[in-house]
């Protein structure tokens, strides 16, 4: 079938009125296809220029840093979670993912688990800013409880729907 194909065009192709190019225009379509190459290759240039001029400005910031008169690091200690509120959460994401995804879902419960994966990225996306910030231990705590909690809604929602699909 393909060479038969392949005849029928090439028979088509053969039947099409000769055509002389212009002057130079094989010249003219090279450079036009060379122009986006070199401007793309500039504009690589520009960021390995951007990325190494970070790099140096970081290693600057580091050792101008460097350690404080007690021999202690100057930078903030971070805030870290309470191990039982981690656990929690990991053992919540373990269940949640062992619980099976149901084929088809009424529309109230596909509601509310959309409510409670919308809130629970919004409360990670919140842990991940304040975590970073020293002296938030207060206010990361409490968006770690909002976490579990929600974490248990969900699981709760989940499991109760697989129930009700058996």
Same mark, same amino acid.
């Given at each position: 079938? +393909?060479?038969?194909?392949?005849?029928?065009?090439? *028979?088509?192709?053969?039947?099409?009125?000769?055509?002389? #190019?212009?002057?130079?225009?094989?010249?003219?379509?090279?450079?036009?296809?060379?122009? #986006?190459?070199?401007?793309?290759?500039?504009?690589?240039?520009?960021? &390995?220029?951007?990325?190494?001029?970070?790099?140096? &400005?970081?290693?600057?910031?580091?050792? *101008?840093?460097?350690?404080?008169?007690?021999? +202690?690091?100057?930078?903030?200690?971070?805030?870290? #979670?309470?191990?039982?509120?981690?656990?929690?959460?990991?053992?919540?994401?373990?269940?949640?993912? @062992?619980?099976? *995804? #149901?084929?088809? +879902?009424?529309?109230?419960?596909?509601?509310?688990?959309?409510?409670?994966?919308?809130?629970?990225?919004?409360?990670?996306?919140?842990?991940? @800013?304040?975590?970073?910030?020293?002296?938030?231990?207060?206010?990361?705590?409490?968006?770690?409880? +909002?976490?579990? @909690?929600?974490?248990?809604? &969900?699981?709760?929602?989940?499991?109760?729907?697989?129930?009700?699909?058996?």
């Amino acid at each position: 079938m +393909q060479d038969r194909s392949d005849e029928l065009i090439a *028979r088509d192709l053969a039947g099409l009125p000769g055509f002389a #190019p212009p002057p130079g225009a094989f010249l003219a379509a090279v450079g036009k296809a060379a122009a #986006p190459r070199a401007s793309a290759a500039a504009g690589r240039g520009w960021t &390995l220029a951007a990325a190494a001029a970070t790099v140096v &400005l970081a290693v600057a910031v580091l050792l *101008r840093a460097g350690p404080s008169p007690e021999g +202690q690091p100057s930078a903030p200690i971070m805030w870290a #979670p309470p191990a039982e509120l981690v656990a929690e959460s990991a053992r919540l994401d373990a269940e949640l993912a @062992a619980l099976p *995804r #149901p084929d088809a +879902q009424r529309l109230a419960t596909a509601y509310t688990i959309s409510l409670l994966e919308d809130r629970l990225a919004l409360v990670d996306d919140e842990l991940s @800013a304040v975590t970073l910030e020293p002296g938030s231990g207060g206010a990361a705590e409490g968006l770690w409880n +909002q976490r579990v @909690a929600l974490m248990d809604s &969900l699981v709760r929602v989940r499991y109760a729907e697989a129930l009700a699909d058996r």
